[in-house]
């Protein structure tokens, strides 16, 4: 089991030193990996400082708007009606057409 990662406070200038040591050793592709990795790790840091930020407003600038409403997951009759393709809605029909006309057949059907 490995043990959580332990937050270490760094400032634009500590991380700016590291990012000026790092260049003449990283290739240039995984030194500008490494630089934007931790000016994510600033917007983040800096996001979560803010007192403004909303948890809710910080997990849409995370991931994104949601594209699911609770509301309509709980109430499907406000969800849009699926849209059945018109080869697939030919083919159930026959099928239908198909199963009804054998029973019929068979004295199943009143």
């Known amino acids: 089991m490995t ?8 400032t634009q200038e500590q991380l700016d030193e590291l990012l000026a ?4 050793t990283f290739p ?3 030194y500008e990996l490494l630089s934007q990795v931790l000016a994510t790790f600033v917007f983040v840091m800096q996001a979560l400082r803010n007192v403004k930020t909303s948890l809710t407003r910080f997990r849409k ?8 409403s609770k509301h309509k ?11 059945m393709s018109d080869a697939l809605a ?21």
Request: proline share 15%; hydrophobic share 40%.
């Open 61 to 68: 600038l995370l991931f994104g708007a949601s594209t699911e």
């Open 28 to 30: 240039a592709p995984q």
């Open 3 to 10: 043990k959580p990662p332990e937050y270490v406070p760094a």
């Open 21 to 24: 040591l790092a260049r003449p």
């Open 73 to 83: 997951l709980h109430h499907p009759a406000l969800a849009p009606p699926m849209q």
């Open 90 to 110: 030919c083919n159930f029909v026959s099928e239908f057409a198909t199963i009804i006309g054998n029973h019929a057949r068979q004295g199943e059907l009143t």
